[in-house]
């Protein structure tokens, strides 16, 4: 994309560091992040990929403004972050719905919360359940939809505040691999339509390449910092589980490995700890 390297990015994270009180040394601090510096044009699609336990999820939550770093900055379109990314949508791994909310009420908790009359956020909402593909699904509870439909609800939920930034947190790692794939292909529809900036954390090389327009890797902690930068130039409009067949995909997979396997092993032998 033309001038995508001079514009303003929609996210900057620069020279990140994040210390911990460390687990088991009183007195004691964990490095999980240090000289991290992320940057995510507007539009663009952005993947996160990592060992196991590496700071993925803590470079999110500094994006969000929900961690504050202990060093280094956040902007966002060019504007320093000084508490909650208001510009900023959330999906993370776990279902965030109200139990006692219907479908609908759900989807409109956002719209709610920020006054907006009660016929106009159900209006709004119909239009985005229809949008995922709920329609019908109105009035279900959580608790009586599938999996799938519980992220589509989240995905309502989230892309009703019309949010500039979006950061998900291994959304879709909970789904049986066909409702995942469904989910991923639904997620680039909709994020064709309207691109919002998108950094999207996950530990599955191929869910990062299938999705992406550029994949960053990290190393493995203590101190993960980011070890390679790949842009992918595979078509779209993409099919996820169709694209993988592609020669390029495969020579982009075997490209990101190199870089990551020697930190994949890493991770795992600190799990195994
Ligand atoms: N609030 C905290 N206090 C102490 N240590 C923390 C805190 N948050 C994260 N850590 C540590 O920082 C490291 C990175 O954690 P993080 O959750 O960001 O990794 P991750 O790559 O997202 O993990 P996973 O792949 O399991 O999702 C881990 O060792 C974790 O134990």
């Not at 990592?50 to 500094?62: A, D, E, H, Y």
């Not at 320093?80 to 510009?87: D, F």
């Not at 949508?89 to 109200?98: K, N, R």
């Amino acid at each position: 994309m033309p001038g995508i390297e001079t514009a303003v990015p929609a996210l900057a994270l620069r020279d990140i560091a994040c210390h911990f009180p460390a687990r088991g040394n009183p007195g004691g601090t964990y490095t999980a992040v240090r000289d991290s510096t992320i940057t995510i044009a507007p539009g663009e699609f952005v993947s996160i990929v990592g060992p196991t336990g590496c700071g993925k999820s803590t470079l999110l939550n500094v994006a969000s403004g929900l961690l504050k770093p202990s060093q280094g900055t956040v902007e966002v379109f060019g504007k320093p972050l000084t508490g909650i990314n208001r510009q900023a949508g959330y999906m993370f791994q776990a279902d965030a719905l109200m139990p006692w909310r219907t479908a609908l009420e759900n989807v409109v908790v956002g719209p709610e919360f920020a006054g907006m009359n009660r016929a106009e956020a159900d209006r709004l909402g119909r239009d985005w359940m229809a949008r995922v593909g709920l329609a019908g699904f109105e009035k279900a509870y959580p608790h009586h939809l599938s999996g799938g439909m519980r992220k589509r609800v989240a995905l309502a939920q989230m892309l009703i505040m019309d949010p500039k930034v979006i950061l998900m947190d291994e959304p879709f790692s909970a789904l049986d691999v066909q409702t995942r794939q469904l989910m991923e292909n639904e997620l680039l529809e909709l994020w064709q339509a309207d691109r919002k900036s998108v950094m999207f954390i996950t530990h599955d090389l191929e869910e990062a390449i299938a999705l992406s327009d550029r994949v960053i890797a990290l190393a493995a902690g203590p101190g993960t910092h980011p070890i390679g930068e790949f842009k992918i130039d595979l078509p779209r409009p993409r099919d996820v589980a169709e694209i993988r067949h592609l020669g390029e995909f495969s020579r982009l997979h075997a490209q990101i490995w190199e870089a990551l396997k020697d930190e994949v092993l890493k991770g795992y032998a600190q799990g195994k700890r």
